[in-house]
């Protein structure tokens, strides 16, 4: 079957460097999405992504990340100067349609640690 | 605004004893309704959905969910667990106006099935 993947596994950071978090989408979705799961807690959409360009954002995604898909396969998260409250596991997820009907299917998780 | 309840924050059962998992979700508009489950150091698998239809919904592993739009509750529930099946459990839904993209995410109930 399919499946999301994404790399690395783990990436710790210091505090103020950029991070780029990597996913590989199932190769026929078109919809493309960031959750992060900060430890304890409940697991928080970030971004929804179609077509180039972003659908939906929360108010946890601002100005210090971003998206790209840079390629017909990869999909990455930028935080451009991360902070000790970035860490948390980030999970991506695709879906073949944007209406709900077809789940999101996600990956095993990039953990990041902010040091 | 909208929300996802699950009351118990871990479920401790018996091998071979039924389980039910409850989740009660908040909102105004029409919702699909989802169960996924997370196994250590794993990320998000569906378990099963709601979409429309028969109230009764079965998924993967023996699991089913019956949806009760009057109580707004969503409960999933397998007759008999095994070991395997402990794990951390969510509940989720997508919602009509944000054209059922993003996934709202319940706080999760860790289900310890011991022997």
């Known amino acids: 079957e399919p499946e999301v993947t994404q790399t690395p596994s783990h990436q710790v950071t210091q505090m103020g460097q950029e991070v780029i978090l990597r996913c590989v989408p199932i190769s026929n979705h078109l919809y493309f999405y960031w959750y992060r799961q900060i430890l304890g807690q409940k697991v928080e959409f970030l971004v929804s992504f179609y077509n180039n360009e972003i659908s939906e954002k929360s108010e946890i995604f601002d100005d210090q990340f971003s998206v790209e898909r840079p390629d017909g396969s990869n999909f990455t998260l930028k935080i451009r100067s991360t902070k000790l409250e970035d860490s948390a596991m980030y999970f991506c997820a695709s879906s073949g349609g944007g209406g709900g009907d077809q789940p999101q299917h996600f990956g095993d998780g990039t953990r990041l640690s902010i040091l | 605004a909208q929300s996802v309840t699950q009351l118990d924050s871990q479920v401790p059962v018996f091998e071979e004893a039924p389980v039910e998992l409850r989740c009660n979700y908040s909102s105004s508009v029409s919702v699909y309704l989802f169960w996924y489950v997370q196994y250590p150091n794993q990320g998000l698998q569906l378990l099963l959905k709601?979409?429309?239809?028969?109230?009764l919904v079965k998924g993967i592993n023996g699991f089913e969910a019956e949806f009760n739009k009057s109580q707004t509750s969503f409960h999933l529930r397998k007759p008999s667990v095994h070991i395997s099946d402990t794990a951390e459990y969510f509940c989720a839904v997508t919602l009509w106006n944000t054209g059922f993209q993003k996934l709202v995410f319940g706080t999760g109930t860790r289900l310890l099935v011991s022997p």
């Open positions: 709601y979409l429309s239809g028969s109230t």
